[in-house]
């Protein structure tokens, strides 16, 4: 089967640059490579949220690795995505004491309301539901990651007025 | 009121700013080690504390911590582990988000006392806003002088950094997490050597989780001795639960070992009882991993004992007719919840998180969670429940790493007490076709169902 080659445009800004120099100086001379996952994590961040493999190419360059030590470990991590994703990616726990309050009504109340499926994108774009496993917010199901942050205690009416302030951009994703 | 030592000061108004925490006794501990114990010390009064690792296998941390190797002279390194993702467990996230310098302060003197000059808290991905606020907090110490060269002109050097994981349960595991820390795939290592040996890049490391390495200032400001006289035998000091399911007062709680599970379950300081008037079902004390009890299990042991808040009345009974405290992740069902269902969902769980390495694991739990699926579907076989007996036997004690067993158990746990509940999916499918069909029908009232077949 072909994969799907997906293009993206890559920009490491000199802000994003002395932001992973500056993770890299976390570690000592030589084990540049730990700061793998948090330089993927800004870089992502700052490209839409996603990794293409010309982006990943560009991040063994930096930290002076070969490529296939940074596919690994993207495909190896839920959080990396290795292709374009919506802009406002609803994250759904979906574990047990989640669904012990709720959230499977309110998945199939959120696609229903945005006309997608479970790891579907609206058509412009701007959305996408998951279901993703234990997030460590079992008190305060049902609930979902939206970028940086937990949108907890969900209720249909919160689900409703989340989705108003995306399209509102209201809603900071990444918090820099 | 039970005594409080973690969270005693979280509703303190900026307890979360170096300010506030430091104005009401923050670092205290840091002074107190550098000045006036040696690295030796600290490690005695933890072992005295009895204090025992909080990530959930218990083990004691003071002798964890005698392990390190000292003699070949390698740097040591000591790696706070908070990568909490064990359905059920939330607390960490809760000491670290409301109270951080207690964790950047229990890291100063625990890596004091190891000798480690460079340390790290590994947190999960998903807490993105707590590496931030971990991150502000240790800017905040070090501009202050608790971190950096020659720490209160001591001659000790500290560097302390967060590391942001990816999203992977396994790496919780504590080989996983220094294979992760090391910017590899989560794959953990086969022992020995043990970290203690050759950890991170090969140094000897303790790995400790977040509220082990929070209740080391109490500790080392008090004493060993004090922290040991708290809690019930080989269970000292306090404990956080997290608290969820089908109760009224889910959240993060700080008790003192030896509270019966009863009063947890029922007083209004805690739990104060179930959610709604629909009775317990079944409970699960130290998140997914551990063994599921029934309702008549729980409160009582099977002995007729109280069962009580600790390692060792929480395990009384082995897997037969007990669980284990684990992580604290408390999950409380009631009878509208189904087992199977449940079980199905924890089984795609470990499927998920396997990280692929062993095969038993790797193809057993994706076996589990096919076979549970299909009996929660209402397209269960009779031999389904030995079936899946018997694919949870031959991952248990087959890994390298204890997620093979983490989750075999709980399935085995599940036909273990409620092997009815699994019959009755399988012969009556067309009364399980709705996902809340316990809800308008209990188990309880079409139990009789199920026994009149069988006999």
Excluded at chain 2, 366 to 385: A, C, F, S, T, Y
Aim: charged letters at 25%.
């Amino acid at each position: 089967m072909e994969r799907t080659h997906y293009k993206q445009e890559i920009n490491i800004t000199d802000s994003l640059m002395t932001r992973i120099n500056e993770l890299i100086s976390h570690y000592p001379e030589g084990k540049q490579k730990s700061a793998l996952l948090p330089v993927l994590h800004e870089v992502q961040d700052a490209h839409d949220n996603w990794l293409s493999f010309e982006l990943m190419d560009k991040v063994a360059e930096i930290l002076q690795i070969k490529p296939i030590e940074v596919y690994e470990v993207v495909s190896f991590y839920s959080m990396f995505n290795q292709r374009p994703i919506g802009k406002y990616m609803f994250e759904f726990c979906q574990t047990s004491p989640c669904c012990l309050n709720g959230v499977e009504d309110l998945m199939d109340y959120t696609c229903e309301k945005l006309g997608v499926k479970v790891g579907e994108t609206t058509a412009d774009g701007l959305f996408e539901v998951r279901g993703v496993e234990c997030l460590g917010a079992c008190g305060y199901a049902p609930m979902m990651q939206l970028g940086d942050s937990y949108k907890e205690h969900l209720t249909k009416e919160k689900v409703d007025q989340i989705i108003a302030d995306c399209r509102d951009n209201k809603i900071t994703l990444h918090d820099k | 009121m039970s005594q409080k030592i973690l969270l005693d000061k979280v509703n303190i108004p900026g307890i979360k700013t170096y300010e506030v925490y430091r104005q009401n006794g923050g670092y205290a501990s840091v002074e107190k080690a550098l000045k006036t114990l040696t690295p030796d010390e600290v490690v005695e009064e933890v072992k005295t504390s009895g204090l025992r690792g909080r990530g959930g296998a218990g083990f004691p941390a003071g002798m964890k911590w005698s392990f390190i190797d000292k003699k070949s002279g390698k740097p040591r390194h000591l790696v706070c582990n908070a990568d909490e993702s064990e359905p059920g467990t939330f607390k960490d996230r809760y000491l670290m988000e409301y109270i951080p310098h207690l964790l950047i302060e229990g890291m100063i003197t625990s890596s004091y006392a190891l000798g480690a000059n460079l340390s790290y808290i590994y947190i999960r991905g998903e807490y993105m806003w707590i590496y931030k606020i971990l991150e502000r907090a240790i800017a905040e110490a070090k501009a202050a002088g608790w971190l950096g060269k020659n720490i209160l002109g001591s001659g000790y050097d500290l560097e302390l950094y967060v590391q942001i994981g990816g999203g992977a349960y396994i790496c919780g595991e504590e080989t996983a997490l220094i294979e992760s820390l090391e910017g590899k795939r989560g794959n953990p290592r086969i022992k020995p050597p043990f970290p203690a040996v050759s950890g991170l890049w090969a140094n000897p490391t303790v790995v400790n989780n977040v509220e082990t390495i929070a209740a080391v200032p109490w500790i080392v400001n008090n004493s060993g001795a004090d922290y040991a006289k708290i809690g019930v035998g080989r269970s000292t000091g306090t404990k956080l639960i997290s608290a969820s399911g089908h109760i009224k007062n889910p959240g993060v709680y700080e008790i003192e070992m030896g509270i019966t599970v009863y009063e947890f379950m029922n007083s209004d300081e805690y739990l104060g009882g179930m959610s709604s008037d629909r009775p317990l079902k079944a409970f699960i004390p130290g998140g997914s991993s551990v063994p599921v009890l029934p309702a008549h299990l729980i409160y009582k042991t099977a002995n007729g004992e109280d069962r009580l808040m600790t390692y060792e009345s929480l395990s009384d009974g082995g897997f037969a007719t007990g669980s284990m405290l684990g992580s604290g992740g408390f999950i409380v069902y009631d009878d509208t919840s189904c087992i199977v269902r449940n079980t199905w969902n924890f089984s795609r769980f470990y499927h998920h998180e396997s990280c692929g390495q062993c095969s038993p694991c790797r193809e057993g739990t994706g076996w589990m969670e096919k076979v549970l699926h299909r009996i929660e579907n209402g397209h269960g076989r009779e031999e389904d429940i030995d079936l899946l007996l018997s694919i949870q036997s031959k991952i248990e004690g087959n890994t390298i790493c204890p997620l093979g067993d983490a989750a075999a158990w709980p399935v085995a746990a599940a036909i273990r007490h409620f092997r009815e509940e699994f019959e009755y999916h399988i012969r009556f499918p067309e009364k399980i076709k709705n996902r809340d069909h316990f809800v308008a029908e209990p188990f309880e009232s079409v139990k009789h169902l199920v026994s009149k077949l069988t006999v």
